[in-house]
């Protein structure tokens, strides 16, 4: 293969045999060090069709680096903004479910993977297998589709 432009990314085949991507996405703000997107496909096509949409999405200009914000940050946030215009029980209730059947279940895994898992069939089995009541069960499904 031959080499790219500067600023067109680049594919090689590590020892494993999994083909990564590598494509500089802009640079850090403050240490002026350059930001990557790294990723791993175990086909060359695959590698190359990620390439081409990255950089397609980076010249059209709405390429979106991966969020590192995690369930659990997302609901503090969530209660902190979202819930200004709410009851006090409502938001008592809300709490409650969050701290007691929603973070110790999906709290760590990061908001952009819960997001691809499709939120009602990951909270569903984290809740039953747990074996909560039916209304609380209610509420964390209720929280991943419409919240």
């Not at 080499?3 to 403050?30: E, F, H, L, P």
């Not at 940050?73 to 979202?82: I, K």
């Not at 009602?120 to 209610?138: E, Q």
């Amino acid at each position: 293969m031959p080499k790219r432009a500067n600023g067109d990314g680049s594919i090689y085949q590590r020892k494993d045999g999994t083909w990564r991507v590598r494509v500089t996405v802009g640079r850090d703000t403050g240490t002026g060090k350059p930001l990557y997107n790294d990723s791993y496909h175990k086909t060359q096509k695959a590698a190359r069709e990620h390439l081409r949409q990255i950089t397609a999405a980076l010249d059209k200009g709405t390429y979106q680096a991966p969020s590192r914000m995690t369930v659990n940050e997302w609901l503090d946030v969530w209660q902190a903004e979202y819930l200004g215009g709410v009851k006090p029980n409502t938001r008592y209730d809300y709490g409650r479910v969050i701290a007691n059947y929603i973070t110790p279940t999906l709290g760590a895994v990061k908001l952009q993977a819960y997001a691809r898992m499709r939120c009602k069939h990951a909270t569903m089995p984290c809740c039953v297998s747990v074996g909560y009541r039916p209304r609380p069960l209610r509420m964390c499904t209720a929280y991943s589709t419409v919240h």
